[in-house]
């Protein structure tokens, strides 16, 4: 079984401060993905990377994968109240089907 | 378009009683997916089904049986339900198998008592 291993588990900060999560495995991966999930809602797609070293932004927040295609960053800037959830990563490799981290838990406090 | 819904929201059984999980998707999707969601071990895969008429063991299948009953409809069922089973459960659709992105429906909160 490929693990994904998120860091840090729980994250507690004030707005306006910036804030990086990691995605870390020994494994190569194909694609890997970022999803949120919001209290009482299912998992929704951020960004998929698929490329060695590629850097996504979504606003803002930056996605990087790694160039050896083994872990991923999420970085977001200025953080917001409406950033609060849970993130998780997700990966696909040999067995093609999806693998999730444990997620790391944001809470963004006014 | 609804996406993916799930029903029921919320269930409390007791131990040994069985029940079956809902799960629909409007968006014309091949594969469909079970997950449960327990803190601080993630989204952990049950069953999934690659394309209609498919079904095939994830993870943690053990106590669980599916049926994709048509294109649009992917069930799950606990025959005799245990308190380990207690956990929040999604079902997930995917337009091809293994290539694009999954789209979660809302979830169902058992409790096994």
């Known amino acids: 079984t490929q693990l994904l291993e998120q860091s840090p588990q729980f994250l507690s900060i004030q707005e306006g401060e910036n804030l990086t999560v990691y995605c870390n495995s020994s494994s190569v991966f194909s694609s890997l993905q970022w999803y949120r999930q919001e209290p009482g809602e299912g998992p929704v797609l951020l960004v998929t990377v698929v490329t060695g070293g590629e850097v996504k932004k979504l606003k803002r927040l930056t996605f990087q994968f790694g160039d050896a295609r083994k872990d991923s960053s999420l970085h977001i800037t200025a953080a917001q109240p409406g950033d609060t959830g849970l993130y998780l990563c997700?990966?696909?490799?040999?067995?093609?089907?999806?693998?999730f981290g444990k997620g790391t838990k944001l809470t963004v406090n006014p | 378009n609804a996406g993916v819904t799930q029903t029921p929201k919320f269930q409390v059984l007791k131990t040994g009683q069985s029940m079956t999980l809902q799960c629909a998707q409007d968006?014309?999707?091949?594969?469909m997916y079970w997950y449960r969601q327990d803190p601080g071990m993630g989204l952990r895969l049950i069953y999934y089904?690659?394309?209609?008429?498919?079904?095939d063991k994830g993870e943690v299948p053990n106590g669980y049986n599916v049926s994709r009953l048509n294109k649009r409809e992917f069930s799950l069922r606990l025959e005799s339900a245990a308190p380990s089973q207690t956990s929040v459960y999604f079902c997930a659709s995917e337009r091809v198998w293994s290539t694009d992105t999954q789209y979660f429906g809302p979830g169902t909160r058992l409790t096994v008592l």
């Open positions: 089904s690659a394309s209609e008429g498919t079904t």
């Open positions: 997700a990966a696909q490799g040999g067995s093609e089907k999806l693998v």
């Open positions: 968006m014309n999707h091949n594969s």
